[in-house]
């Protein structure tokens, strides 16, 4: 049974920083590309980061890039967030998903387990 466990969120003022992990479980980690989407109230699901199978490619939604960084640790089976200069409208409920594919996928239906999220509230 495949198991992804996110971690990691919370309160947190404006120009803060926060680090959400996920831990999987259940899968061959090493062979699935891993992202993060993100839900806001009221919105849809948003891409926010991926990164591929082996940790060395990555993408960004433009609205994070250069605060934001993905990472993975194929020992421990986890995929970190870290997320800096946060902003009030980073509010959201954030998921990881595992997607079974060489690419960076950034489609919501190229992947095939989620988790089921971590609140991060940043405050003005």
């Known amino acids: 049974q495949v198991q992804l466990v996110e971690s990691g969120g919370g309160l947190v003022q404006a120009g803060g920083s926060l680090r959400l992990s996920c831990a999987a479980s259940?899968?061959?980690?090493?062979?699935?590309?891993m992202g993060w989407f993100r839900q806001a109230p009221g919105k849809e699901r948003e891409f926010v980061a991926v990164i591929d199978w082996s940790g060395g490619l990555t993408a960004y939604a433009d609205f994070v890039k250069g605060r934001f960084t993905i990472s993975r640790d194929n020992v421990k089976n986890t995929v970190y967030l870290q997320m800096n200069s946060l902003k009030p409208e980073d509010t959201a409920v954030y998921y990881c998903?595992?997607?079974?594919?060489?690419?960076?996928?950034?489609?919501?239906?190229?992947?095939?387990?989620w988790g089921q999220g971590t609140q991060v509230t940043v405050s003005s």
């Open positions: 259940g899968l061959i980690f090493s062979s699935y590309a």
């Open positions: 998903a595992a997607g079974w594919t060489t690419g960076i996928p950034r489609r919501r239906y190229e992947y095939d387990y």
